[in-house]
């Protein structure tokens, strides 16, 4: 893995992390291939295209503070951030979650291919019923 390797995946997890926070849907997407998916542990799996248009109807105030990018030493298709994500759920009051969202990269290293986000959902779970509730 050359320098320049982990400079360009770097680059595009703080890309990311820059769209997320901004809640501009189309520069998050654009970190992502066409035809990506997402999994998170409260929504499963879905394209990543359908769960961030998901995730940025129902948020708001996100804050993204990052806390560490990890390039994978033997494969830089891989990578991880780690972050502590602040956000508001529908009308609820803001909560921070501590996450650790899992990337693999596509050959050129240009887009995420998949990416797989993982948190203890205890803390906020009741944030997602309650959206539920309001919606049924």
Known sequence: MSPDQVAKVEKLCRGYLAAMESGDLEAVLAN????ATATS???????????YAYVMRITSDR???????FV????PSRAAVHVSYTRTVGDGKPATIEAVDVFELTEDLSKFATVTIIYDTAPVRSDFKRLEADDS
């Open 63 to 69: 804050s993204m503070a990052l806390k560490t990018i």
């Open 72 to 75: 994978g030493a033997s494969d």
């Open 32 to 35: 992502f291939a066409d035809d």
């Open 41 to 51: 542990p409260i929504s499963g799996k879905h394209r990543a295209r359908d769960f």
